[in-house]
């Protein structure tokens, strides 16, 4: 059985353009299926969904867009409604920062950043069986502040509902702030279950592209324009470091906020494209690399990815590790292209990026 978490792409091989369908070939089931969509059409203090399907497994994408003073809260429920007793826990840290911890909580803490009014962008993922409580990873970025000077804001959250009688079946952000989620503030529930033959996958293959020859750049070419994008990258030592640019643009607009291997976060202002690896000094590296982007047209591309390279030959070494949140400043029109460039050495014949998206 394939995790949750590895669909659509059930491995980075030739199984690979059957799993979600579009580009690589005809439809196939049991990815992920879209349950539930609540879109605000007028500012408000809750951002909810209910009365969804039970699905095993469940990844939600929530995006609000430019606001009023917002720090969000998270509450699970079943049969329609919250839970609102003292039946939640978690764990956060705050731009890598040390690890706080809140328990007997009526709910659950997850914003990005406390009284933000900028644009934030999270992906969660829960594992739902009705007799074991409920798991939560939940990563989450915010603008923080337009434009490339300033490194955006980022969370990671690792939570749990003490309900062991149902099944989830509701999700609500709540705003704790002063002010409100505003018109366009979106949360969509999609599930997945080892059992599901449906074949209307949420994800839709954008791009499939192999490295060839000896190039020094893998690209998506151009891919429809969709407001969610999933992004993944196997680089087979290149040689050097790897780094991604969005439509072409090569100007200094993008940044991001990035910690390696745990440590405390750095930042990268005002760059000419964003650093997908973070050790050079190992030429002979693979790569494996997870992304995610809000690609609203309007606002700031927030995004926020993880890596992992191979490093040191053999079981001796740990392998490297990169998180981030990242941004790429256009607010004229959405991503249609993305490409990995290698500073040194080419692509090897084995490296492949795969992009999906969804509306």
């Known amino acids: 059985m394939s995790l949750p978490f590895m669909q659509p792409y059930m491995g980075l091989g030739n199984s690979l353009q059957t799993a979600q369908g579009g580009a690589g070939g005809g439809p196939s089931v049991g990815g992920w299926v879209e349950l539930a969509r609540t879109t605000l ?17 469940y990844m939600v994408l929530y995006n609000s867009g430019v606001s009023t003073e917002l720090t969000e809260y998270l509450t699970f429920g079943s049969g329609g409604s919250a839970d609102t007793g003292s039946n939640y826990s978690n764990r956060i840290s705050d731009g890598g920062g040390a690890d706080s911890t809140f328990t007997s909580r009526a709910n659950m803490v997850a914003a990005a950043k406390s009284g933000a009014t900028r644009p934030e962008f999270g992906v969660s993922y829960i594992s739902n069986l009705a007799s074991k409580e409920k798991l939560m990873i939940h990563h989450a970025v915010n603008e923080h502040t337009i434009g490339a000077g300033t490194a955006p804001a980022r969370n990671e959250v690792a939570g749990k509902w003490a309900n062991t009688s149902n099944a989830l079946d509701t999700i609500s952000w709540g705003n704790f702030g002063s002010g409100d989620f505003p018109i366009g503030a979106e949360m969509v529930v999609l599930g997945w279950d080892p059992e599901d033959t449906h074949t209307s996958n949420f994800w839709e293959e954008l791009a499939s592209v192999n490295a060839s020859g000896s190039s020094t750049n893998l690209s998506s070419g151009t891919i429809t324009a969709k407001k969610y994008l999933w992004i993944q990258c196997y680089s087979e030592g290149t040689g050097g470091d790897i780094i991604t640019t969005f439509n072409n643009d090569t ?70 590790r990169l998180e981030f949140a990242g941004k790429w400043t256009n607010t004229a029109s959405q991503i249609t292209e993305i490409d990995f460039d290698s500073s040194s050495g080419n692509f090897g014949s084995n490296s492949i990026i795969k992009v999906w998206g969804s509306d």
């Open 41 to 57: 059409g007028s500012a408000g203090d809750t951002l909810a969904v209910s009365s969804f399907a039970n699905k095993r497994y």
């Open 251 to 320: 100007g200094s607009n993008y940044t991001r906020r990035y910690s390696i291997d745990g440590g405390a976060d750095g930042s990268d202002v005002n760059q000419t494209a964003i650093d997908n690896m973070h050790n050079a000094g190992l030429p002979n590296d693979d790569a494996f690399s997870n992304w995610f982007i809000i690609n609203n047209s309007a606002n700031e591309k927030l995004i926020m990815g993880h890596s992992v390279q191979n490093g040191s030959a053999g079981a001796g070494t740990a392998p490297p």
